[in-house]
Structure formats: C-alpha cells, structure tokens
C-alpha cells in the first residue's frame, strides 16, 4: 500500500515535500550556528570589559633596542616597579618597626628584601634602556603613606595590609599583560622577577588574617 501510494504521488507533490525537507534541515543548521556566536560576542564583551587600563603613553612610540623593540607599555611599566618601590620600601620598613603582630612584621620583611631587588632591576633596565625613571612618590602614594604615619595601633596595621594588598593586586594584572606581549627581553626578565615578588607579597600580607577582601574594590576607600 505504502509503496503504491508513493509512486502514485505526483511530481510536483515529491518536489514540494522535498523542499520543505532541505528548507528544515537549513533552519535548524543555521540556529545551531547562531547560538555559539552568539555565546563567544557575549565572551568576547565580557573580556573587553575586563580588560585593564591601556598604559600611559610617553608620546615617544617604539624605539629599537639592542634587547628588542620598546613600547609606550614597556616603559610605563618599568616606570611602575620603580614607583612601587619608592613607596613600598619605606612601608615595609615602617611595618617591621611599628608591627606588634609577628605577620605584619614578617610582611615588612618581605616587602622590602623584595623591592630592594626589584628596584635594583628596575634602576638597571632603565639605565640600559634610557628609560627616565622617578625619583619619588606619586602624590598618591605620599598619601598612603601620610595614611600609615598617622594611624596608630590595630588601625595602623590594617590600613597597612588593605594599603598594600590593594596596590599588589593592580599590579598582578598588569603584570600578566606586559609578560605575554613585550618583545623585549629585558622587559620581559623584569616582569617575571616582578610577578614572583608581587605574588609572595600578596601572599604574605594575606597571611595576616587583616585583609578586608570586600574593600579590595576601587569603588570603596580603603582607609575605612
């Protein structure tokens, strides 16, 4: 019955269930195709908007190197670890005189066995780069450490730790950015050593037990 009932279809019946079939099967293929762009532009978006700020630019461009080509980012960055250090040292100092809990002074320790050296890097690279380097604080950092000299006890050591766990994390991100993509290698060997340092700082001054991690965000001060 079936096989008489096909045959008895006429021409222009078969060619309509056919097209209907090939018009199915295109549907269905293009919606499947649909979903994961659509998926990967919402990804996509996200990332951009994760993404960190774009770096200072000194207006000087790429300039050739013996170690490789030196970008606006390089620079930026190597003038970064120097500022880090400008006011890092001095804090780490402060908190191995003024810590009373053996963590606080332990984190002191660390911040300044660490910045001595990566400021010692940092001084080399911009030497052999002609990097012109910074000589003191920011404004800002002077007014952390305005912060520190005021605060007194318990309040001194947690504005210590939110202080400097804040200013580590920044840094970790941009680090991971300046080490993928820098062509120069000596750059590049500054911002490994800066990765191991920044990430034993944050482990340390974690280790206090101090760090409000809510107010690890740039929307809330950190001197509450």
Do not use: C
Not at 41 to 67: H, K, N
Not at 75 to 83: A, E, G, T
Not at 88 to 96: M, N, V
Not at 206 to 218: H, I, M, P, R
């Amino acid at each position: 019955m079936r096989r008489r009932n096909t045959r008895g279809w006429s021409t222009a019946t078969r060619y309509s269930i056919a097209s209907a079939v090939v018009i199915t099967a295109l549907a269905l293929t293009l919606i499947a195709l649909l979903v994961p762009v659509d998926k990967f532009g919402s990804r996509a978006t996200a990332a951009t908007a994760a993404a960190p700020a774009p770096a200072d630019d000194d207006g000087l461009g790429t300039v050739s190197t013996a170690f490789g080509p030196l970008t606006a980012a390089d620079r930026d960055f190597v003038r970064k670890v120097r500022l880090a250090g400008l006011w890092e040292l001095p804090a780490g100092r402060q908190a191995q005189q003024r810590g009373t809990r053996p963590a606080i002074r332990t984190a002191g320790d660390h911040l300044v066995d660490g910045h001595t050296e990566l400021d010692r890097q940092a001084i080399q690279v911009g030497q052999a780069l002609g990097i012109d380097l910074p000589n003191q604080p920011s404004a800002q950092q002077q007014d952390w450490l305005g912060q520190l000299n005021r605060a007194k006890g318990e309040e001194y050591e947690r504005l210590f730790t939110q202080l400097l766990r804040r200013a580590h994390g920044k840094v970790f991100s941009l680090l991971a950015g300046i080490r993928a993509q820098t062509r120069n290698s000596m750059v590049r060997a500054l911002a490994t050593s800066a990765n191991a340092t920044v990430l034993d700082h944050i482990t340390v001054l974690e280790d206090t037990g101090l760090v409000d991690f809510d107010g690890l965000s740039d929307n809330v001060p950190p001197t509450k």
